[in-house]
Structure formats: structure tokens, C-alpha cells
């Protein structure tokens, strides 16, 4: 099974800046993409943004200019790079992962605990 820590939450002004990261360990086969999801109270989960094992990226539009992913694959992490913050990103934000745990096992969704992003005004 992979596991996901996420950490790097915290409480910032609007206009600062976070770093979130993300590091699977555990029973990895191979893991095509990993990337943020995150959740504010009342609402539904959204993606944030993610990233495949090649370099590929997607955003929400709303982060799109303001948020940059990364990942290092040999570690098996992802970060989220967080600027210009504005207090409609408070949430609490997921690392997910589309894995393989072992060479017999389909390809799964993963999910961390999450950490929390406020964003005072």
C-alpha cells in the first residue's frame, strides 16, 4: 500500500506565500501522476492541480498564474508552490496518487491526511 504525508499548511496574510509537499512511501510499483486536491468547509472536493511522471500539468483555472507543481520523481514527492494567496484558497488541501503498490495490483487511487491552508484577509 502507498502511503502520503503531506506537509508545509499554515496560516498566511493575502498576497503571501506557501510551499506545500508531499512524499509517498510504502509498497510502490510505479506511480504515473500526483497532485493536490483541496476542500473548504460547506464545499466539494476540487482538484488543485496535477502532474503526471512525465512533466505534464494541469490547473484549475483559479490557480492557473499563481500556483506552480513540481515533482521529484527518484524521491517520489510533489510540492505545490502557493503565491499570491487570497482567502478563497483556505481549505484543506489532499496529495493524491494514481499508483501501482505492487506488479499485481491494478492501478489505485491514494490520498493523504491533508494540512491546512488559511488565508487571512
Known amino acids: 500500500q502507498v502511503q502520503l504525508v503531506e506537509s508545509g499548511g499554515g496560516l498566511v496574510q493575502a498576497g503571501g506565500s506557501l510551499r506545500l509537499s508531499c512524499a509517498a512511501s510504502g509498497s510502490i510499483y510505479g506511480i504515473y501522476a500526483m497532485g493536490w486536491y483541496r476542500q473548504a468547509p460547506g464545499k466539494q472536493r476540487e482538484l488543485v492541480a496535477r502532474i503526471t511522471d512525465s512533466g505534464r500539468t494541469n490547473y484549475t483555472d483559479s490557480a492557473k498564474g499563481r500556483f506552480t507543481i513540481s515533482r521529484d520523481n527518484a524521491k517520489n514527492t510533489v510540492h505545490l508552490q502557493m503565491n499570491s494567496l487570497k482567502p478563497e484558497d483556505t481549505a484543506v488541501y489532499y496529495c493524491?496518487?494514481?499508483?501501482?503498490?505492487?506488479?499485481?495490483?491494478?492501478?489505485?487511487?491514494?490520498w493523504g491526511q491533508g494540512t491546512q491552508v488559511t488565508v487571512s484577509s
Open positions: 493524491y496518487a494514481v499508483a501501482i503498490a505492487t506488479v499485481t495490483d491494478p492501478v489505485d487511487d491514494y
